[in-house]
């Protein structure tokens, strides 16, 4: 499993104040934006060779999402890329006006994308959850950053407190990944987040059940080991309990994470530190 990267956030601070400013349009040529060659043409200018050749946290990033926008301002993506920077430096309020306008323009492509936002940065849940249902119509069965719909309605249900729904977005997104024949590989997160629910609602075997598949698949995994020592002091049997916190302890110290991409610049539901850890193994020892 992929370690986090320990000079991550020192290269963020250093290009979050430059990002976050709006930079200068440059110049772009005149062209008839209702022809989807033409669009290509000007994504592959701008984007591809452009903004994607440099670094988000540089300000010539966002020129040429504008520049591509002043060119054709009926394109979502230019409008997507320009938020991008800006959700990762945590400028919402700059960023979901741009989410909305691409989402308005092309949202078979952009309304989950958005859903995820929600979710997992902004934290609006109850939209989230919306923007999941309404995608849902449009692209059944569809996924968004490795995982299904259902996975994101399942956090989101989580973190709202309403346990009951959650178990049964799991649960959904979980028959959706074994397929029709019940042979598809599950996520280890879709395991550690059902195992969670199951804990909430105090059903500690079904819990241990899905957090111990979790760890066949990732070792590792700190909220996995930290979630099924709680489920162990539970059902008091503080020894085991102890041994998972301090694999918990032993994996963060390490570096491992719940290895979601976006964990670098936001906390994912149950995520924790190893204060949770200290202080859980402080409460074992009484």
Not at 63 to 92: F, H, R, T, V
Not at 235 to 260: D, F, K, M, S, W
């Amino acid at each position: 499993m992929a370690k986090s990267w320990p000079l991550f956030l020192s290269l963020l601070a250093v290009g979050r104040l430059g990002q976050c400013q709006g930079p200068a349009t440059l110049k772009v040529p005149a062209g008839d934006c209702s022809s989807k060659a033409y669009q290509d043409t000007l994504v592959a200018r701008y984007l591809d060779r452009g903004a994607h050749r440099i670094s988000y946290l540089s300000p010539q990033w966002g020129q040429y999402c504008d520049s591509l926008i002043a060119a054709c301002p009926n394109i979502a993506q230019a409008y997507q890329q320009k938020a991008m920077p800006l959700i990762k430096c945590g400028d919402y309020a700059q960023a979901f006006p741009l989410v909305d306008k691409a989402v308005e323009l092309d949202a078979n492509r952009w309304l989950a994308y958005r859903g995820f936002l929600k979710c997992i940065f902004s934290k609006d849940y109850t939209g989230a959850i919306l923007d999941f249902q309404r995608v849902a119509k449009l692209k059944p069965n569809g996924r968004e950053m490795d995982h299904t719909y259902p996975f994101f309605e399942g956090a989101c249900e989580l973190e709202l407190g309403h346990y009951k729904l959650a178990e049964t977005a799991f649960a959904q997104d979980i028959a959706l990944q074994r397929g029709g024949d019940g042979s598809g590989q599950l996520h280890f997160n879709s395991l550690f987040y059902a195992g969670v629910v199951a804990a909430r609602l105090k059903q500690y075997p079904q819990a241990q059940a899905y957090l111990l598949q979790c760890l066949k698949a990732y070792p590792q995994h700190p909220e996995a080991n930290y979630y099924l020592a709680l489920t162990y002091q539970a059902l008091g049997q503080p020894a085991v309990a102890r041994q998972y916190l301090e694999a918990a302890q032993r994996a963060l110290i390490g570096g491992y994470r719940l290895n979601e991409d976006n964990i670098f610049y936001t906390n994912y539901p149950g995520q924790i530190t190893e204060y949770e850890v200290t202080q859980a193994l402080k409460d074992l020892r009484g």
